[in-house]
């Protein structure tokens, strides 16, 4: 029987997984189904058992479900249970092993496919919410100088930061406000804004000569952020597509021990939205 993976969201309809996880498979010569669950909120851990019971080997887990894969696993990665929150889950027999791809797919992005490290530089994390709380241990992972968290709801951002209190590289949270007097070499947008068309309060002058802008949302949504953090000084900007792709490999590594090379099927997506989109595939943004 091929084997079954699927993404679980609400909603779920718009989700690029299945199109990724195709392009991965077909890359690799494995035969597998990857389908859409739509979940209902309250209802997570039976749409799961079902799709276990009918052959799933695994899921990825997208809003607003990232909390309940986390409790339904029997065991989790040191990452996932960093993040307190799981993107993506595989059935091992009874086991379900519950691991968070999210900053390994930022870091990946930024760092391989950017060539943009982030050793040494300081980094403003903007959001605190289930994306902003997976990326922190893998960014903190590549030695940047300082990490600052910054939300609209500041105390989210002083409770994520003070998790950190501990590690060796200091991690200060609060509201935009607080950091307006500093400069960064890399901005990455973790809020929910750019979907509904709205811009987070950053500071002006945060962005240092050479500063990379990187929004987790991706195409056209992303822009408008990455157009004010150009305007506002950053040297180049990114949306979150290459995140995309790169947690994604990361899952399929998971499930199927293999790799997938990632460039031609971040091509392939980049040409898929600028084809909706209606534009040309070689523009500065995203
Ligand atoms: P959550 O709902 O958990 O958190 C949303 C965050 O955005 C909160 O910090 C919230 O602040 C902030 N926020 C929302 N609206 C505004 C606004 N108008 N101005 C300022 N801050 C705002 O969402 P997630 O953390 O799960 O996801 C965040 C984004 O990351 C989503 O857009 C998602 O699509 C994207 N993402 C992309 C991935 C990729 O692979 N490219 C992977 C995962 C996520 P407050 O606390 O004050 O409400």
Do not use: C
């Amino acid at each position: 029987m091929t084997d079954r993976y699927a993404v679980i969201g609400h909603p779920v309809a718009h989700s690029r997984s299945p199109r990724i996880h195709a392009l991965f498979a077909q890359s690799v010569g494995h035969a597998i189904e990857y389908g859409l669950i739509l979940g209902e909120p309250g209802h997570f851990r039976e749409a799961v058992d079902r799709f276990r019971a009918a052959g799933g080997r695994g899921v990825n887990v997208t809003v607003p479900f990232k909390l309940d894969a986390f409790e339904l696993a029997s065991e989790r990665t040191g990452r996932a249970t960093q993040a307190g929150a799981v993107n993506t889950l595989a059935f091992d027999g009874a086991r379900v092993i519950g691991d968070n791809t999210d900053g390994a797919g930022l870091v990946r992005d930024i760092v391989r496919n950017r060539g943009f490290a982030i050793a040494g530089k300081r980094v403003l994390l903007m959001g605190a919410g289930g994306a902003a709380r997976g990326v922190v241990l893998p960014l903190l992972d590549e030695q940047p100088a300082s990490l600052a968290i910054a939300n609209r709801t500041a105390d989210k951002a002083q409770a994520l930061a003070q998790r950190f209190a501990t590690h060796a590289i200091g991690v200060r949270g609060g509201g935009y406000d607080a950091f307006a007097s500093e400069r960064f070499d890399l901005v990455v947008n973790a809020t929910s804004a750019s979907l509904a068309r709205q811009l987070p309060a950053i500071p002006e002058h945060a962005f240092a000569p050479e500063a990379l802008a990187y929004d987790m949302v991706y195409g056209e949504a992303a822009r408008p952020f990455l157009m004010h953090a150009l305007g506002l000084g950053a040297s180049a900007a990114a949306d979150g597509l290459g995140m995309l792709v790169e947690q994604a490999a990361e899952s399929f590594w998971l499930w199927r021990g293999v790799r997938p090379p990632t460039a031609p099927v971040l091509e392939r997506l980049r040409a898929d939205l600028a084809r909706a989109a209606g534009s040309s595939t070689d523009e500065k943004i995203p």
